[in-house]
């Protein structure tokens, strides 16, 4: 193991021994280090709300950006937290959860559930919740620094989720899981290694995931949305309904849908999207160039 592996190693398992509040504490340290820095992160972060909230004043949109850059950095050190403690400690920080029967009538109907989880709040509580409620299934990609992969691993598999591997495998092992009427969970708002078009997003084009439309189509399963909303003393778990637009024929019909669904749980916590993320990297004539560093 090299010394870049060794130190990430040693930086997560300290702060997985820290109380949740600490790991919070901590995060907004280095969320503040970033925006003083000037980060990349907040450079995206603010081209991505001037594009998606045009309207906005542009002071409150500057806020917004600075206040996502925190809360991203206190989902980093949150999940260490959450990773490397017990369940039951994890557990007792959900202080409340919202909605919850749209999961529960899937399940008791046998048809599967699909659950998109948008880069919202901590998506990785709300997944390892998910699996307290029934035989779970997701996708898994190994970290770059391979040191790193058996603690996140065994840190989502805590609560038993099957991670499969995103290839082809992974999504026959997502398929074979819906028709057997169990739970898969799935995040839709990165740009897709394994097929997409481009659907409307805060009313941009956006490069779309078909992932969650093929699996609707072939297994007939419900779609709910959620995501860990970060309150005060820990997490509110948040459930919210699909349109059931999402559940068309059309692919186009059902991205658009799908889309519109981020944008609601987005809707509930604005501060705690991932903005920093380069959403419209991609753009229907080509390669988009609203990222460049030279651009004002």
């Given at each position: 193991m090299d010394i870049k592996s060794r130190l990430a190693v040693?930086?997560?398992?300290?702060?997985?021994?820290?109380p949740l509040r600490w790991s919070r504490r901590l995060g907004r340290l280095f969320g503040r280090l970033a925006i003083l820095s000037r980060s990349d992160s907040l450079r995206v972060s603010r081209i991505n709300l001037q594009l998606c909230y045009p309207a906005m004043d542009p002071d409150q949109r500057e806020q917004l950006a600075r206040n996502s850059v925190l809360h991203t950095a206190m989902t980093g050190f949150e999940v260490a937290t959450i990773w490397r403690q017990p369940w039951s400690r994890s557990e007792d920080h959900i202080v409340r959860v919202r909605n919850q029967q749209l999961l529960c009538d899937g399940v008791e109907e046998g048809r599967g559930v699909l659950v998109l989880m948008p880069h919202t709040g901590n998506w990785?509580?709300?997944g390892m919740y998910l699996a307290t409620l029934g035989p779970s299934t997701a996708l898994y990609a190994p970290p770059k620094i391979a040191a790193l992969d058996p603690i996140i691993r065994s840190?989502?598999?805590a609560t038993g989720t099957n991670m499969v591997p995103t290839n082809v495998h992974g999504v026959r092992a997502l398929l074979k899981a819906l028709?057997?009427?169990n739970i898969v969970m799935v995040l839709p708002d990165q740009e897709p290694d394994m097929g997409g078009d481009f659907a409307p997003f805060f009313g941009r084009p956006a490069l779309t995931m078909t992932l969650a439309y093929n699996l609707l189509q072939r297994t007939g399963c419900r779609c709910v949305f959620g995501f860990g909303k970060r309150v005060e003393g820990g997490f509110e778990l948040v459930f919210l309904p699909?349109?059931?637009?999402?559940?068309?024929?059309?692919?186009k019909v059902s991205l658009a849908a799908m889309n519109?669904?981020?944008e609601a749980c987005i809707a509930e916590a604005p501060e705690q999207y991932q903005w920093e993320y380069k959403r419209f990297r991609k753009h229907?004539?080509?390669k988009s160039r609203i990222y460049q560093k030279n651009r004002r």
């Amino acid at each position: 193991m090299d010394i870049k592996s060794r130190l990430a190693v040693a930086a997560l398992k300290l702060v997985g021994r820290l109380p949740l509040r600490w790991s919070r504490r901590l995060g907004r340290l280095f969320g503040r280090l970033a925006i003083l820095s000037r980060s990349d992160s907040l450079r995206v972060s603010r081209i991505n709300l001037q594009l998606c909230y045009p309207a906005m004043d542009p002071d409150q949109r500057e806020q917004l950006a600075r206040n996502s850059v925190l809360h991203t950095a206190m989902t980093g050190f949150e999940v260490a937290t959450i990773w490397r403690q017990p369940w039951s400690r994890s557990e007792d920080h959900i202080v409340r959860v919202r909605n919850q029967q749209l999961l529960c009538d899937g399940v008791e109907e046998g048809r599967g559930v699909l659950v998109l989880m948008p880069h919202t709040g901590n998506w990785e509580i709300f997944g390892m919740y998910l699996a307290t409620l029934g035989p779970s299934t997701a996708l898994y990609a190994p970290p770059k620094i391979a040191a790193l992969d058996p603690i996140i691993r065994s840190g989502r598999e805590a609560t038993g989720t099957n991670m499969v591997p995103t290839n082809v495998h992974g999504v026959r092992a997502l398929l074979k899981a819906l028709k057997a009427g169990n739970i898969v969970m799935v995040l839709p708002d990165q740009e897709p290694d394994m097929g997409g078009d481009f659907a409307p997003f805060f009313g941009r084009p956006a490069l779309t995931m078909t992932l969650a439309y093929n699996l609707l189509q072939r297994t007939g399963c419900r779609c709910v949305f959620g995501f860990g909303k970060r309150v005060e003393g820990g997490f509110e778990l948040v459930f919210l309904p699909a349109e059931q637009a999402i559940y068309s024929d059309e692919q186009k019909v059902s991205l658009a849908a799908m889309n519109r669904g981020v944008e609601a749980c987005i809707a509930e916590a604005p501060e705690q999207y991932q903005w920093e993320y380069k959403r419209f990297r991609k753009h229907p004539e080509g390669k988009s160039r609203i990222y460049q560093k030279n651009r004002r």
